[in-house]
């Protein structure tokens, strides 16, 4: 058995492993256990739940509300396991064990690593495991265990669940960045009409940016913009945006990194939208004292700016 499933009865291992692989027939392959075998152990589950999980559909084994909701339960018992095992290993070996940190690529290269420094040097036997992407992307990793704690630039409501805290940091305005070169960098100031008369380059995966640029484009009467371009990496944003005429929309705190990158900050006549910054932690995971400085130092470090 994994160590993952400590704390787990055979039942809810089956139900874990068909909820994330959609299928009856990849868990039973996965569980080593025939598809019939599997079945039944989910259909006692749900005897015992007195709800049904699953619903059969063309597309696999689709989970129901009460089963999202089970999900979340059965996730954090799976995390719980895991943890008390590492503690567990770690004191006998006097190491710290590992923090799983996952953030947003805006907060990889500015927030994050004098933080990391600081905690390094503080507990010097710590591993540090950290997932960058967007919200929308390291969401469903949270829940799934792989994540501890997430630093992330955008509301996800998906994480509202039983055993996540949330606390909420701040809101940060977004910027609009242009080649100094470019069409739009020569004029006094830019309209949203006219951030529509080129393509814009954006973050991989992005849905709550991109839901919120078709909601500022749509106050103003206009379709929301065309992506000409996508990724994950802002080094990679910046460098391919020079030289040409699109518009790169980044959250203030990579102004320095748009800046040294030869980026011009574009004037807007209409300031874009805001974003929510969040810190969601694993409450199995507030426990531990590495976890809680991490909380404390990125706490103070959007207390002295945004």
């Known amino acids: 058995m994994s160590d993952d499933h400590l704390f787990l009865n055979r039942q809810t291992i089956q139900f874990l492993t068909v909820f994330e692989m959609q299928s009856l027939h990849k868990a039973a392959d996965t569980l080593r256990i025939s598809q019939p075998a599997l079945s039944v152990g989910i259909r006692n589950l749900e005897e015992k739940l007195g709800a049904p999980l699953f619903e059969r559909t063309s ?27 590492e503690e567990v290993r770690a004191r006998d070996s006097g190491e710290l064990g590992t923090l799983r940190l996952g953030a947003g690529v805006a907060f990889t290269t500015t927030v994050l690593p004098p933080i990391l420094r600081r905690l390094r040097d503080r507990y010097p036997g710590l591993t540090v495991d ?30 509202d669940a039983p055993g996540i805290r949330r606390q ?11 080649d100094a070169g470019s069409v739009l960098a020569r004029r006094t100031q830019v309209t949203p009409a006219d951030l529509l008369t080129v393509g814009w380059a954006g973050f991989y995966e992005d849905e709550s940016s991109i839901h919120a640029a078709a909601h500022y484009m749509g106050l103003h009467g206009l379709p929301p913009p065309r992506t000409a371009i996508r990724s994950n ?33 574009l004037p807007l006549a209409v300031p874009l939208w805001e974003i929510p910054v969040s810190l969601y932690l694993r409450e199995v995971a507030a426990t531990s004292p590495i976890a809680a400085a991490f909380v404390d130092a990125v706490q103070d470090e959007f207390r002295c700016g945004t």
Not at 61 to 78: D, L, S, W
Not at 145 to 151: A, F, N
């Open 59 to 85: 597309k696999g084994m689709e989970p129901t509300a009460i089963g999202q909701a089970f999900y979340h339960y059965a996730t954090a018992a799976r995390q719980t396991g895991r943890t008390a095992i």
């Open 130 to 159: 950290l997932l960058s992407g967007v919200g929308d992307q390291l969401a469903p990793r949270f829940l799934e265990g792989e994540i501890d704690v997430l630093l992330a630039s955008t509301a996800l409501p998906g994480l």
């Open 168 to 178: 909420y940091l701040t809101n940060l305005p977004m910027y609009a960045f242009c």
């Open 233 to 265: 990496s802002v080094a990679a944003l910046t460098a391919f945006v020079g030289g040409t005429d699109l518009v790169l929309i980044l959250v203030s705190r990579l102004l320095d990194h748009a800046t040294k990158a030869g980026l011009v900050q």
